[in-house]
Every structure is written in C-alpha cells, then in structure tokens.
C-alpha cells in the first residue's frame, strides 16, 4: 500500500514540509510544489497518483488547478486543503472532482488514515485499468475469459462454427465452461433471438429425462397432473444444450437419434407428432470415442452430435489466465456481495498460480468468492485459500482415484459450508449423486 507517488501544492513553505515529512515518515514518495504553475510544469514529466492542493493560493487556485488536473489526467486523486472558513469551497472542489479535503490544521493519525483509503481507491482504479485494457486486448469473449493461445484459440472456433446450423460437441473437464462455450455459440449465430434451452442430462433418470425432453399429456404416467410441453418443444427457433451427453442411456440415444434426423417427436401419451427446429450443443468430460469403442456409446449418435468438436482446456494447462480470472471474479463478487476486497497479495497469487485446479475454472471462482466472503483484510492473502493449509500449493496426486475424490468432494462440501446445492454445482454433479458421494465415503461436517 506505499506505491503512491504523492506531491504537495501549497504556497506556505511550513505546510509543504511538514506534509512531505509527515508522509514520507509513513514510506510514502514526495515531491512538492509552491503554486499550480509549478505543479502543471512538474505534471507534465512526472506521473503522481494523489495530488494535496491548497484551495487558496496566489494566481491559479486550486480548484481551476484541479480542473486542469482532471481534463488531462482524470486517474490523478485530488485532496483539496482547506481551512474552517473555506468548507464551502472545500465542497464546490469536490463537485468538481476532488476525492476529500484535509482540513487545517493537520492531524498526522487523521492524515495517515486518509492516505491509505485513498491508496486502497488507487488500487482499484488500476485494478479496473487492467482488467478493461485486457478485455479490450480480445481477453474477454461473451462471459469468457482468458488471453491464453489456447483459449484464443477457443474464441476463434466459437466464431468460426456459430453462423451455421452444423451440430457442436464442446468436450472438456468438469468446470472449465463448457454451458459458456454453448451460450457464447448461440449468442453469435442466426439463432440468438431465439431461446436457449439447458438440460443437465447426469440430473434425470432414463424416465425423467424423457418427459423432460418431449413432454408428455395430462395422464400420461402416474403424477401427471397437467400437460408438459418438453425442451425440444420449448427451443423451437433456437438452441438445445445437451449437458453430460455422456450420461444418456442407449435407448434415449435411439429416441434422440430419431429426433435428429426427423425433427419431429411425440409428447409422452400423445400419439400426434410435433415438429421443431433447433440446433443441438451437447457437451460431456467423457471420452465419448473410448465409451463407442467399448459399446456403451452409440457409434451413430455419436457421429450425428459431434460434426464439430470444441475442445475446452482444462486450467492447468493455461496457467497464465489464473491471474486474470482471479481478478475478473473478484470484481464480481466485490460487486455481488458488497465488499471492498481491492486486490490479491503476491503470495496468494504464487499459491493460485502454482495449484493444479482439479476444479478447473469453477473452482477458482469458488475459491475468490470464499476469499472475499471470509477475508478480514483488504487483499486477499493465503490465509483466505482452502488450500493453503496443506503447506504445499499443489494438490498431492498420490493414491487411488477413490481416495482423490473423497478428498475433492470433502474439501468442497468444506469449503461451500456444506451447501450441497452450491457443492453439486460446483462439482458438476446432481445433488442426488453428491449424497451418494457423502454416505459411501461417510463424509461430515466438520464442528469447530
């Protein structure tokens, strides 16, 4: 927090230099100016971050000097000096940009205390910076973000496929944003006035999922109390997203062959066919080739859904966008939840940088929202990172897969606060499977 480079405008030599020595006893950078001329001159070579400027002073006062400032420089901060009599003038100054006044005579606590909030606004005037000159440098692609080659590369193939109807199969690990990938695709094609239709295949059963899909007639099956109208129904003139398409049954596979070819489908207990028209996104983290190969795939749907595949990278494998999420997200839940978390320390950062994500990007937005929810700091430190605790940034990979995803799913449950719909987001997976998950490896919480 001692980055400032400050300078004083005043034209009492006894009140630039008790300024300056005030400030730089607290480690700040000081130069000083005796009117606004001079100040104009040294603003014209030397970048300063926060300006202290006497309201009256000889020839140019210092508002007309923090006007001038503010044209040519609107990132420079502007404290305006003042004494009782001047309150007015302190408030007129502050309309016209100043961010706080500094009444005579001084209090160096008061002072002290000023400098580091203002200091802390500095950082997120450049945190801000940043964050918008690297959206604009292509780092940000609908609610994307990265400036890696490989996911550039990603933003490239999203534009190259979404003008056309062609089916798309995104495939990557849990969390790296595979439903982001599908929005972005249909928010660039002809269809993007149309509706986006979701659906978490791994959520429903072989039934369900069925109803879910086509819809299905008052009477149908026993529950059915109304009529339905399914997800095809409801995407017509827009886009289908297949989720988890992995999980689908052989026999569903067949009935959504069908529906492919023919672009028409049955509402369950209705024997009158519909017809729609939508493109279809699916997207799995199985290796649908493998799972063809050993017969629990089939080969046609396979070939019918993947016309062009979108590979997602998984986050270790583009380290250099961690910093960049990380800041994105902080942004966000700054905004979301009302806090004023105004950066990350180095060492938290190395810790992020240096971990392996198994959670992929998902993760690492979970991770900044915990940050900024428990952080008592005003950046967030290796204290507020679940996994600081293990005294090693990386996850270990030793023991079985059995045994790594006990841990996963634990330390999620942990740090969620054993929210087990937010846990079951964030892992991917429906809440039913996740309390599989916590009654076959006998998980709980733990009591502080």
């Not at 609107?74 to 016209?96: F, L, Q």
């Not at 997800?231 to 529906?259: C, H, Y």
């Not at 080739?289 to 595949?309: C, L």
Request: proline share 4%.
């Amino acid at each position: 927090m001692k980055e400032l480079n400050i300078m004083v405008v005043d034209d009492e030599l006894i009140v630039r230099e008790s300024l300056k020595g005030w400030l730089e006893k607290y480690g700040y950078g000081v130069d000083t100016a005796e009117d606004a001329q001079e100040a104009l001159k040294k603003l014209e070579t030397e970048a300063y971050d926060l300006l202290f400027v006497d309201i009256k002073m000889p020839g140019m006062d210092g508002i007309e000097l923090l006007q001038r400032v503010k044209e040519n420089q609107p990132d420079v901060i502007v404290v305006m000096i003042t004494a009782h009599g001047s309150i007015e003038s302190a408030i007129e100054a502050m309309k016209a940009g100043a961010s706080d006044y500094l009444m005579k005579p001084f209090d160096p606590e008061n002072l002290e205390l000023l400098v580091e909030k203002l200091a802390q606004i500095k950082l997120l005037v450049d945190q801000n910076r940043w964050l918008r000159e690297a959206y604009e440098g292509k780092s940000r692609f609908q609610d994307l973000v990265g400036q890696s080659n490989a996911m550039q590369e990603v933003f490239r193939l999203i534009e190259d496929v979404a003008s056309s109807d062609t089916p798309i199969l995104v495939v990557g690990e849990t969390g790296t944003g595979k439903e982001l990938v599908a929005k972005a695709i249909h928010a660039l094609s002809p269809r993007r006035y149309g509706p986006f239709v979701a659906v978490n295949c791994g959520a429903f059963t072989e039934t369900l999922l069925e109803s879910t899909l086509f819809g299905h007639e008052k009477g149908a099956f026993t529950g059915a109390t109304h009529m339905q109208k399914g997800r095809f129904e409801m995407a017509d003139g827009g886009t289908v997203f297949l989720d988890e398409v992995g999980e689908i049954s052989p026999k569903m596979q067949v009935d959504l062959l069908r529906v492919l070819e023919e672009k028409k489908f049955y509402r369950l207990g209705n024997p009158k066919p519909l017809t729609t028209d939508f493109r279809l996104i699916s997207a799995t983290h199985r290796n649908l080739e493998e799972e063809v190969k050993k017969g629990v795939f089939r080969q046609d749907f396979y070939y019918r859904i993947n016309v062009i595949t979108v590979p997602i990278p998984p986050l270790r494998e583009r380290t250099g966008d961690i910093e960049l999420l990380a800041h994105y997200f902080l942004g966000r839940y700054n905004q979301e939840l009302n806090r004023n978390v105004t950066g990350i320390s180095k060492e938290a950062l190395d810790i992020l940088t240096s971990y392996d994500w198994p959670g992929n990007v998902r993760e690492l937005e979970n991770v900044i929202e915990r940050a900024v929810v428990i952080g008592k700091k005003t950046r967030v430190m290796p204290l507020d990172l679940p996994f600081q605790a293990e005294g090693l940034p990386r996850r270990p990979v030793t023991g079985s897969l059995e045994e790594m995803e006990k841990n996963h799913i634990s330390e999620m449950l942990r740090t969620c606060g054993w929210n087990i719909a937010r846990t079951a987001g964030l892992l991917g997976i429906n809440r039913t499977t996740l309390y599989k998950k916590i009654k076959k490896y006998e998980l709980k919480p733990q009591v502080s």
